[in-house]
């Protein structure tokens, strides 16, 4: 009785078998059905291979949010070379919708003087602000000072100018506009400096140009801005123009260190051959290509404004019909970023296609003006980029994006061009991840693989045999 218990408990168990077993001998073995066991053995191992390899692989999927970012100021970097413009007329300016508007910026941003092919040879400066330059009030007019005649000289032509250049050997040139502000508090002292050079049988030539009746000197001189004090010997402009102040006594000390140098080149050239005059003068003067290299951050205000680059001066009142505002952008983003991104960072963007890594589009890249009165103003979409890649993605720092429109802008006659970068950040951020696949949904699809194999291929096996066997008679 024992037994038939057994028995009854094993056959009841069976009877849930979903892998019944087929006698050996009741099973016939074919050609075809060989074929179609390699098929699908082969099959199966390709969709496996494919299968894996996509576990593998992760995948960078996008989404649009709105952009939580709630802090106050966004940090904007820049480095920027202008061919045409000397460092002392170079003035970074901020405005924005708020109402900031902050000029000459200095907190942060340092510049160098650059040769004609940009690239950097002295330092100018950080945050240094422009001293104002020193002038001296006048009791007399500048008519009573013509009282007992004029003794500077008024350049009349090109030609006039070349002349005057033959017959001093070192002169001293005032480049000068009627309207000038400074050039009109600088005249009377310019007038007593030319009288004292006189009483002192100083052998330089004083001189002043107009640059508004006789643009082509000037011009040709490149008088970026007035006044423009330039020393001459031997006919040639001596590089660096005049920086100290406007006052009789600097002017005259500034002069005889001049002829004093002179002479020394005198004494060298003829107690040492090889060299002339001249050629001791070149030796020692300081070359001064007008083209500067401004970089530096800023912090500004997380609404619409523009940060641009005027040729602005303390001292002087900039020529606009010389400023010439073509530009290099060697860097410029937005964000802590920067130029030298965090190695954590380094690694997140290895795992980013490149079409969503659009930080800085703007680098390398030059702007050329070919005609006078024109500047290219860039106009700037930021977009806030928050990457969740890796296990460190919480502490990312949020990166931005930005999308650039440049343009030439004309101006007045009147009006001295800037470069322009007016900005805008985009109310909604893109959110960069990496999405990998579950290990149940591998296991289920390699079972799906090898069970739909096995099936598909079954069922071919079954129809062909149909067809192919054999008829009996």
């Not at 070379?81 to 340092?110: H, I, M, P, R």
């Not at 000072?145 to 002169?171: C, P």
């Not at 002017?251 to 051959?273: G, I």
């Not at 069922?459 to 149909?466: G, M, P, Q, R, T």
């Amino acid at each position: 009785m024992h037994g038939n218990l057994n028995g009854r408990n094993r056959s009841a168990a069976s009877s849930v078998d979903f892998y019944r077993r087929v006698p050996k001998d009741l099973t016939e073995a074919t050609s075809l059905g060989a074929i179609m066991s390699l098929c699908a053995m082969l099959l199966m191992a390709i969709l496996f291979s494919a299968e894996t390899f996509a576990f593998a692989r992760s995948k960078i999927s996008t989404e649009i949010a709105l952009d939580d970012n709630t802090d106050p100021q966004i940090q904007l970097n820049f480095n920027i070379t202008l061919f045409a413009l000397q460092c002392d007329y170079v003035s970074v300016d901020v405005w924005d919708v708020l109402g900031t508007n902050k000029q000459n910026v200095t907190k942060n941003v340092e510049k160098w003087q650059v040769d004609e092919l940009g690239f950097r040879r002295s330092f100018s400066g950080r945050n240094r602000e422009t001293r104002e330059l020193q002038y001296e009030k006048h009791e007399e007019t500048l008519e009573e000072l013509h009282a007992n005649g004029i003794h500077v000289t008024e350049i009349e032509s090109k030609e006039h100018f070349d002349l005057f250049l033959e017959e001093h050997e070192m002169a001293f040139v005032n480049f000068f506009a009627p309207w000038c502000m400074w050039c009109q508090r600088l005249h009377p002292t310019w007038e007593k400096f030319a009288e004292e050079v006189e009483e002192k049988e100083m052998p330089v030539g004083v001189a002043n140009i107009d640059c508004v009746k006789h643009i082509d000197v000037c011009r040709a001189q490149q008088i970026q801005a007035f006044p423009a004090l330039r020393w001459y010997e031997g006919g040639k402009f001596q590089q660096p123009q005049y920086k100290s102040d406007r006052t009789l006594s600097a002017l005259v000390s500034f002069a005889s260190r001049k002829l004093e140098l002179n002479d020394k080149f005198k004494n060298w050239s003829s107690n040492m051959s090889g060299k002339t005059t001249q050629e001791y003068r070149e030796l020692y003067s300081v070359p001064e290509n007008p083209g500067c290299q401004v970089s530096g951050s800023l912090m500004v205000n997380r609404v619409p404004g523009n940060f641009h680059v005027e040729a602005k001066s303390k001292n002087h009142n900039l020529n606009a019909a010389m400023t010439n505002l073509t530009h290099r952008v060697n860097h410029l983003s937005f964000g802590e970023m920067g130029k030298n991104p965090s190695r954590q960072v380094k690694r997140a963007l290895k795992q980013v296609p490149e079409s969503l890594q659009q930080f800085t589009p703007l680098d390398d890249k030059v702007f050329l003006t070919k005609k006078f009165h024109q500047a290219y103003h860039h106009y700037i979409k930021v977009v806030s980029t928050h990457l969740n890649i890796g296990s460190s993605s919480g502490s990312m720092p949020t990166l931005y994006q930005f999308l650039e429109q440049s343009q030439v802008v004309g101006y007045d006659e009147v009006n001295v061009p800037e470069a322009r970068f007016s900005y805008d950040l985009s109310p909604m951020s893109v959110v960069v991840e990496k999405n990998g696949r579950k290990w149940y949904d591998y296991l289920t699809s390699l079972s799906a693989i090898i069970g739909g194999t096995f099936t598909t291929l079954g069922l071919i096996d079954a129809v062909l045999f149909k067809v192919f066997k054999p008829k009996k008679l």
